[in-house]
């Protein structure tokens, strides 16, 4: 295990693209961390400027507090102590399962003995001991990722990196290797960095989400945290789905809209009187057929315009009388409601959150 450090990191393609702007980022012994954001973020090449495989301009790469990056040294990739994982697997079509595992490992100072022990307890961690003399042509896609992820491992690296590692799977294995990914993290608590356009990955396999936007970074905390407490649009927009109201603050609990007024959740960014936006998200809303008085706190009056049915949920847009925008709400399909039908949607204040 190893910390990571990211000191003032600075990329530039061509005369002016900050790919990567300036960013700082400390990771911790044995923590998993995921680099989300869409795609031209900056996420891939801060990964490959961890990995060296770019030379940062300025700023630093720093492992155990060694530099290993700077705009006038980099230490070549092969002496990081590093594994990476790549998008498109790149493990050895010519090779067996278990010949492709234990290559990294004739490069350490192992017999061979050790070596073929080592391969087999990682083949049976990663639940593919019964497929060691087939060829990566005779595994599906799930299987040929486990294959790379049991070779990163077996080596025992100081940090890993996984750029994407699930995009080329279909949505059941995408699922199914995600808390995969989570299962081996816990159990040999290496220190990580994964890449992914997808939240849903980054939510289950993360200690930590770093949301990343134009180079830059937007947000840094914990899974609950970047979704309950976005601190900017952007952040409420690209992690999960939110209404956005923008609006003016009246007071640190009160925001006003125009059409309404919303209590919201204690903040101390909403200073009274600034622009700004309330994230509400769409499954944080109470629906229902009962009548309220318009000047209940938080109650709105609206009309079912549209209905979407999912299985598990209902995805209703709403409108409400004096908002430019439908209200979208997601709940339980126990209650339907018809098109065009009155509703009252109630809003908890502490789901209404002011960013900027």
């Known amino acids: 295990m190893a910390t990571l450090d990211l000191s ?5 393609f061509g005369s002016d693209v900050r ?12 923590e998993l961390i995921s680099l989300l954001g869409p795609s031209g973020c900056g996420k891939t090449t801060t ?37 990476m994982i790549f998008q498109s697997y790149a493990i050895w079509p010519h090779k067996t399962v278990f010949q492709n595992v234990s290559y990294g490992l004739k490069f350490r100072n192992l017999t061979n003995h050790e ?12 639940r593919m001991e019964h497929l060691a003399d087939r060829y990566p042509g005779e595994l599906s896609g799930g299987q040929q990722q486990r294959v790379a992820l049991a070779r990163a491992i077996v080596v025992e690296p100081a940090i890993l990196l996984l750029d994407e590692p699930l995009s080329n799977l279909d949505a059941n294995l995408r699922e199914e290797m995600r808390f995969e990914i989570r299962r081996l993290h816990d159990e040999f608590h290496i220190t990580s960095v994964y890449v992914t356009h997808d939240q849903s990955e980054a939510m289950v396999t993360s200690d930590r989400i770093c949301v990343m936007n134009d180079g830059k970074i937007e947000q840094v905390g914990k899974p609950q945290e970047i979704y309950d407490e976005p601190k900017t649009r952007f952040v409420a927009e690209f992690v999960g789905v939110t209404n956005s109201l923008e609006g003016k603050v009246i007071s ?24 700004g936006f309330v994230s ?5 809303i109470g ?28 995805d209703y847009l709403v409108e409400v009388e004096g908002m430019d925008d439908l209200l979208r709400v997601i709940v339980d399909p126990v209650n339907s409601f018809q098109l065009d039908s009155e509703v009252t949607l109630e809003i908890d204040a502490e789901s209404v959150v002011f960013v900027e």
């Open 19 to 30: 790919a990567v702007d300036e960013i700082d980022l400390h990771i911790e012994h044995g």
């Open 287 to 314: 629906i229902s057929s009962v009548k309220t008085d318009k000047n209940s706190e938080n109650m709105l009056t609206g009309r079912v315009k549209r209905s979407f049915y999912f299985g598990s949920t209902v």
């Open 47 to 83: 990964l490959r400027l961890i990995a060296g495989f770019l030379e940062p301009n300025s700023g630093e790469v720093i492992v155990d507090n060694k530099v290993v990056s700077d705009g006038n040294k980099i230490l070549p990739p092969e002496k990081r102590n590093m594994s």
């Open 280 to 284: 509400i998200r769409p499954h944080r």
């Open 115 to 126: 070596s073929e022990n080592r391969a087999k307890k990682m083949l049976s961690v990663v």
């Open 252 to 275: 640190s609990s009160v925001f006003d809209t125009g059409s309404v007024k919303l209590k919201m959740k204690e903040n101390q960014i909403a200073v009274p009187g600034n622009q």
């Open 8 to 12: 003032k990191l600075l990329k530039v």
